[in-house]
C-alpha cells in the first residue's frame, strides 16, 4: 500500500519474494560457503526493513496502540503458536517413520522454545518481527528521538549479548539458566530487530519527501537510477559480508557490528530499489509468480523446514542429479533442482492453507 492505503505495491511483493527465496537456498545443505555468507548477511533484515516500509505507508503510529497490538497479535502471534504446534506434530510422526533427530529430547526441547517464544528453527522469526514493530511503534508515539532511541536500544542489547553469552559458556549445561537463556535472546533481538525496521521506515519517508521521487511515483529518470543504486549497492554487500564472515541475525552473531549494519542495510535498500525499477513490469508471468510468492511468504517461511518440505526437496535433487559427472553443473543443477522442488511444494501447501483458511472464515461469518 502507498501513504494514502489505497495501491498495493508490487514492488514490495517482489521484494518479498526474492527474500523468501533467499531463505530457502541458505537453507540448502550443499550451498557453497561465500554464497551463504552473502545470502544471510542480508536476508532477513530485508523483512524488518520492508516492515519499516510498511509503517510509513500505513502511518501505522496514528492507529490505537491497542488495536496496533490485537491485530499484529493476530497476524503473527497466532500464526506462530498453530505454525509451532503443526511443526512439533510434523516432527513427531518423522520421527516415529525414521527414528533420527533426537526424539523426545527435541520434541521437549521445541515446546520450551516456543513457550519462550524464542522459536525453535524459523519460527523465531514472528516473535522478532512482532516485538520489533511495537517498540518501534512505541518510540515513534512517544515522539522523543525515535531514530536515537532505536539505535541505543539495539546497541545496548547487543553488548548485553556479549555478556550473555560469555555466562552461556559458564552455565548453559543448567536447566534454569538455558530457559532463562531462551528468553533473554528472545528480548535481545526485538532491539536489534527494530534498528532495521527504523532503517526502513526513515528510508522511506526519505523518499516521500520530494514527490516525483515518492515510492509509489516511477517515472523514466528514476528507474535508471534505481537500477545504479541497487546494483551498486549489492555489490557493496557482496564485498563487506566476505570481509566479515559468517553472520546470524537468528542467534545474534554480528561479528564486526559496521560491517554487519552496512552489509545488511545495503543489501535490503539494493534488492528493493531493484524491485522497485520492475514496479510497471509487474503484468509480466515471472513477475506475477515473484508476488505470489511474496505475498504468501510468511508461509513459506515457517513451513519449508518445518514441514520438511526442503528436504524432501533435496532428497527429489540427489535422484535427479546422481548421475551427474562432479563439479559444478552438477552442484549447479542440484541447487536449482532442490529450490525448484521447494517451490512447488509450497505452493501446493500454500493453496491448500489459504483455502482452508478462506473455509473456515467463510463458516466463522455464517
Request: hydrophobic share 55%; aromatic share 12%; glycine share 8%.
Amino acid at each position: 500500500m502507498n501513504s494514502s492505503g489505497s495501491t498495493r505495491l508490487n514492488y514490495i511483493d517482489f521484494s518479498k519474494g526474492i527474500g523468501i527465496i533467499l531463505v530457502i537456498l541458505a537453507h540448502i545443505s550443499y550451498l557453497s560457503e561465500p554464497g551463504r555468507i552473502f545470502i544471510v548477511s542480508f536476508h532477513m533484515p530485508l523483512f524488518f526493513v520492508i516492515s519499516g516500509l510498511l509503517i510509513y505507508m500505513k502511518k501505522e503510529e496514528t492507529r490505537d496502540m491497542a488495536d496496533l497490538v490485537k491485530a499484529k497479535a493476530r497476524r503473527m502471534m497466532l500464526p506462530y503458536f498453530l505454525y509451532s504446534v503443526a511443526g512439533i506434530l510434523i516432527y513427531i510422526v518423522y520421527y516415529l517413520l525414521t527414528g533420527r533427530d533426537g526424539g523426545f529430547p527435541t520434541v521437549i526441547s521445541d515446546i520450551v522454545q516456543t513457550l519462550t517464544l524464542y522459536g525453535f528453527s524459523v519460527m523465531w522469526f514472528l516473535p522478532a518481527i512482532f516485538g520489533a514493530e511495537l517498540l518501534f511503534i512505541l518510540l515513534l508515539k512517544k515522539k522523543k528521538l525515535p531514530a536515537a532511541l532505536t539505535v541505543i536500544l539495539a546497541a545496548i542489547a547487543m553488548i548485553l549479548n556479549i555478556h550473555l553469552e560469555n555466562a552461556n559458556a559458564l552455565y548453559g549445561t543448567e536447566t534454569v539458566f538455558s530457559v532463562f537463556h531462551l528468553i533473554a535472546v528472545m528480548l535481545l533481538r526485538i532491539p536489534v530487530c527494530a534498528s532495521f525496521v527504523a532503517a526502513g521506515y526513515y528510508i522511506a519517508k526519505l523518499w516521500d519527501k520530494p514527490a516525483h521521487l515518492g515510492p509509489s511515483i516511477f517515472g523514466r529518470l528514476t528507474i535508471p537510477a534505481d537500477i545504479f543504486i541497487g546494483i551498486d549497492l549489492i555489490g557493496l554487500t557482496a564485498v563487506l559480508s566476505r570481509l566479515n564472515g559468517v553472520t546470524d541475525l537468528h542467534f545474534l552473531i554480528f561479528n564486526n557490528v559496521v560491517f554487519y549494519y552496512l552489509a545488511a542495510i545495503s543489501g535490503s535498500f539494493g534488492l528493493i530499489l531493484l524491485c522497485k525499477a520492475l514496479e510497471g513490469a509487474a503484468a509480466l508471468p515471472p513477475l506475477k509468480l515473484l508476488s505470489y510468492f511474496g505475498k504468501n511468504s510468511l508461509i513459506i517461511m515457517v513451513t519449508h523446514l518445518n514441514f520438511y518440505v526442503l528436504l524432501c526437496a533435496e532428497i527429489g535433487g540427489f535422484h535427479f542429479t546422481k548421475n551427474l559427472p562432479e563439479g559444478n553443473l552438477k552442484h549447479c543443477t542440484f541447487m536449482l533442482l532442490v529450490l525448484l522442488f521447494t517451490l512447488i511444494g509450497e505452493i501446493v501447501l500454500i493453496e491448500l492453507i489459504n483455502r482452508g483458511k478462506s473455509r473456515f472464515l467463510t463458516g466463522t461469518s455464517r
